[in-house]
Every structure is written in C-alpha cells, then in structure tokens.
C-alpha cells in the first residue's frame, strides 16, 4: 500500500487543522493506520491508530480529548482532526500503516512498514 499525506499548514494556537492520508492498493480495511509526528530534535513520537476491521481507535495522552482519529474504508482514507493546538503540536505529522497489526504494538513505529511522506503543521503563538 502506498499513502499520501496531506492537509499540513500554518495555524494559530487555538486553531484547529484536519490531516489526510489516502492510501492506494488493495485490502485497505486489513491495515492498521496510525500518525506518528517528529518534532525539530525530538524523536517520532506516536499520536493515533485506527485498527483494521472493528477499528478499535488509540490516542496518545497528548491527543486525548484535543486530536479525533477517522478512517472511509470505502475512500481509502485515514483523517485526524486537530483542535485546540498549541505551539508544541508544532511538527512534521507522518501516516504508516501495517496489515493486522497486533493490539500490542500500535504505538510502535517499528511494525508499520508502510508510511507516507509526512506533512508539516506549524503553531503559531
């Protein structure tokens, strides 16, 4: 599967920003799709995943309450709301995905072996 990220820009803190990622290739609804993002000198850092089939939805503690994770089987695309942002959620935001991924790893960058190229969003105080 390839993915295709998109929805990145310029926002101020406060703000609210809607993240794309539109996968290609066959069996959509058997993968996993998560956000991971990497800040300026910070490692990657898990934000969400959406399960294949029942779509069992994750988030970070960061994202809890402020990020909203979706995904259209039938568009073959992954979304992620974003509000209420801060400067912090500054970052390049990449979408991967993996097929039946294991409940344990989610939040593991190492197990998705498809990503797209990534997508900067910027918080403006």
């Known amino acids: 599967v390839q993915l295709q990220a998109s929805g990145g820009g310029l926002v101020q803190a406060g703000g609210s920003r809607r993240l794309s990622c539109s996968a290609s290739?066959?069996?959509?609804?058997?993968?996993?799709v998560a956000w991971f993002r990497q800040a300026p000198g910070k490692e990657r850092e898990f934000v969400s995943a959406?399960?294949?089939?029942?779509?069992?939805?994750y988030y970070s503690d960061f994202a809890k309450g402020r990020f909203t994770i979706s995904r259209d089987n039938d568009k073959k695309t992954v979304f992620l709301q974003m509000n209420s942002l801060q400067p912090e959620d500054t970052a390049v935001y990449y979408c991967?995905?993996?097929?039946?991924?294991?409940?344990?790893?989610?939040?593991?960058?190492?197990?998705?072996?498809?990503w797209g190229q990534g997508t900067q969003v910027t918080v403006s105080s």
């Open positions: 991967a995905a993996a097929s039946f991924l294991h409940d344990d790893y989610y939040n593991v960058e190492q197990y998705y072996n498809f």
């Open positions: 959406v399960k294949y089939g029942v779509g069992t939805i």
């Open positions: 290739g066959s069996f959509f609804i058997n993968y996993t």
